[in-house]
């Protein structure tokens, strides 16, 4: 198979067409068999519920090129599940898992021209989603469904090298209290919008977002889960009901506990304790880790031990794991890798 003729190390984190994405349609009561498919357009009423109250999912993954030259995916069955419990809560018609991963192995198996070469840092960053089609006036779910599969080759998320971020305690709210924050609801990111507009206009690069009830925990970022490391290296990150379960977060525990044998904790993140933690990472697929510098909260600077210059060391460790695992520099855990070609 030729690669195209991409300049894999410069292409950003935009949306660039691939040749086929993959499409279902749940029509009276049931999912058709489903097909690749070469147009990247969608026609819809106008009255969609999509459109209208915004029902509709996503998932996010990636494929890349392990060293030995194999594109694989990292543990699409999470994504599967995710999307499966995320159309649940939104009272749309789940997408049987197996079929989802199948999915997606044919999105990235007909587009493996567009997956990066090994070492290049890029991946092909694939979009699975979920929408309500037919029209609804009242509001009620639909009662006509889409899932689609596309995917694009997105650039190193770090170029040009690690740089720690600087995070603002935010006073908008991400997700309500017996809301929509555990799952991967489109809403969730359309009402955050604002809130991250105005932290960057401020200067920072991301919200910390805090319980909307007692505005006391730490919950996570508007699109990453928080990691932090005690001074005597223990790996703590929130518990909520109101955060989205990040598939990589779960993994860097795992990996944390079983391959670093640190100690774990997910328990409550008091935002009056984060000045004792010596380490701060964003969690996230598109990144792996991003490791956070300074965290302010309403003037106060809190500034973390591990500085503005480089990821702290146990981050580090936690990073060059997963991604060694990722990239098949490091034996997996059983399941985690599903090759794909
Ligand atoms: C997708 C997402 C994450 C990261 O999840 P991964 O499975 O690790 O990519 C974290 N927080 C929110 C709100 C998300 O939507």
Known sequence: MEKKDIDWSNIGFGYQKTDKRYVSNYVDGAWDEGALVSDDTITMSECASVLQYAQTCFEGLKAYTTEDGKIVTFRP???????????????MPSFPKDRFVEAVDEVVK??????????????LYIRPYLFGISPVIGVKPADNYQFRV??????????????????????????????????????NYAMSLHAIVTAH???????????????????????ANFIFITKDKKVVTPKSDSI???????????????????????????ADELSDFAECGLCGTAAVISPVGKIVDHGKEICLPSGMTSMGETTKKLYDTLTGIQM??????????REIM
């Open 328 to 337: 098949g520099k490091i034996e997996a855990p059983e399941g985690w890798i």
């Open 201 to 223: 206009e401020e200067g920072y690069d991301e919200n910390m977002y805090l319980d909307a009830k007692t505005r006391t925990r730490v919950e996570e970022t508007g699109g």
């Open 110 to 123: 007909a587009n493996a021209a567009y997956v990066p070469p090994y070492g290049s840092g890029a991946t």
């Open 77 to 91: 069955d999470l994504n599967a599940q995710r999307m499966f419990d995320t159309a649940k809560r939104l009272e």
């Open 150 to 187: 596309f995917s694009t080759p997105v650039g190193p998320y770090f170029k040009g090298g690690i740089k720690p971020l600087t995070i603002k305690v935010s006073d908008f709210d991400r997700a309500a209290p017996n809301g929509t924050g555990h799952v991967k609801a489109g809403l």
């Open 244 to 270: 989205l379960p990040s598939i990589t977060r779960r993994s860097l525990m795992y990996v944390a506990k079983e391959y670093l044998g640190l100690d774990v904790e997910e328990r409550e993140v008091y």
